[in-house]
């Protein structure tokens, strides 16, 4: 299988850093391909604009989802997003492997979906989730957390990891059609010692390896939605009107 | 009072950015002043990194929060980020005017996030929530959203729109001590016409002149919890062992 693993974190010798490299070796060992995108050593632009495009449909006023369809039918996204498009239409699976940074991605790691995933390439035409442009590829967040993982749980003050992922798993990479598995989580590693994080390598070579097997997170079916919104409650709706 | 309005559009003559504009001059004939940091018209750069520091405490090794710590103590920060710190603390409100882009902040935005709300500036010592570094002062999210208020609803394919924005009011600014009053929300503003448009220009208008009046989110208490986990339920798993 050909995977795609984003990185973003500004220390190479960082705990996130490491890991993406024992992954990738990992599944390098097991004969599959590895294209690492490290947005920090690429320095990556994470600003979306009219620096998207090589050329203006609209000179006068700036849509971006305007200016992508046009880009997305002739061609014309810059260079250096062409590439990442070109990456992501050629991979089974797609990893973001990231820090937790304020309940979030990093904004270059946000950069890169909101710049790279542009309609006409990732998503549009009426098609999301198990319709979408995405699918048969495989998608999954590899995250590194500073917390502990009782903080990130129902009684902790951030409330579930998979709550706070949500808008990533499921808005973004189920969305366009990715079948999302279980996100990776490694908390605390400021806190583990050598033998620990050795352990934690090991896991997530383990579990890029069986990528296939690993569980996936429930998806949406396009058809059960009509204009966005659940079918049912329309009915509902309208039946109690 | 003294508000700071942060804007993240690429577009002036958009509906967003109208939106801020017609904030500001409401606030300013109400005789409040306002700030704007209008972040794609002053090029703000999102990537935050050893560029965040006029110097390094471990040039061997980048740990962000071990340099923010430096900093604070030090005055070490960039000139840039400086400025931001020094608008945010002068501020009694903060609003943060952004299109939903993926379910999240644009990457402009969450860089002004990742760079500007250091330890020692925003959080730290301990304080977080309602003894915050932040208490006693407002915030609130000023959102365009592309779709429906249907489609981010309990039954639309997104859910609902403030539990997508719960990391942003509750583990960013409710974290820093914020006290967070309810979103202001505009959706599908493609979809509406001039009179639409400025019934919600007007509205907004009015939301933020009496903001102190404005309904506010659930504001965590620090004294429940004990090493960020609710001290009833580490009571009630001792019990139970």
Same mark, same amino acid.
């Given at each position: ?69 046009? &880009?997305?039918?002739? *061609? !014309? ?12 239409? +050629?991979? $089974?699976? =797609? ?46 967040? &590899?995250?590194?957390? *500073? !917390? ?12 579930? +990891?998979? $709550?706070? =992922? ?76």
């Amino acid at each position: 299988m050909r995977f795609i693993c984003v990185l973003a974190h500004p220390e190479p010798a960082s705990f996130t850093a490491s890991l993406a490299r024992h992954g990738m070796k990992a599944l390098e060992q097991s004969g599959h391909s590895v294209d690492l995108v490290d947005l920090y050593a690429i320095g990556f632009d994470p600003i979306s604009d009219r620096r998207n495009f090589v050329a203006a449909a609209n000179p006068d006023r700036f849509d971006q989802q305007d200016e992508e369809r046009h &880009a997305a039918a002739t *061609g !014309g996204f810059s260079t250096e997003l062409q590439l990442e498009m070109d990456r992501l239409a +050629a991979c $089974d699976v =797609l990893v973001l492997q990231f820090p937790i940074w304020w309940l979030g991605m990093p904004a270059i790691m946000k950069g890169w979906i909101d710049r790279v995933f542009a309609i006409g390439r990732t998503y549009g035409g009426g098609r999301w989730f198990d319709r979408g442009l995405m699918r048969g590829k495989l998608a999954m967040l &590899a995250v590194t957390i *500073g !917390g502990t993982e009782q903080a990130y749980s129902e009684c902790g003050i951030y409330g579930p +990891a998979l $709550d706070m =992922l949500r808008p990533i798993n499921h808005g973004i990479l189920g969305f366009c059609g990715f079948d999302v598995v279980e996100p990776f989580l490694a908390y605390a590693p400021a806190r583990k010692g050598d033998q620990e994080r050795d352990e934690i390598f090991a896991e997530y070579a383990g579990r890029l390896r069986h990528i296939e097997r690993a569980p996936r997170l429930p998806m949406l079916h396009s058809d059960d939605y009509e204009h966005f919104v659940l079918k049912t409650s329309r009915h509902e709706a309208t039946r109690a009107a």
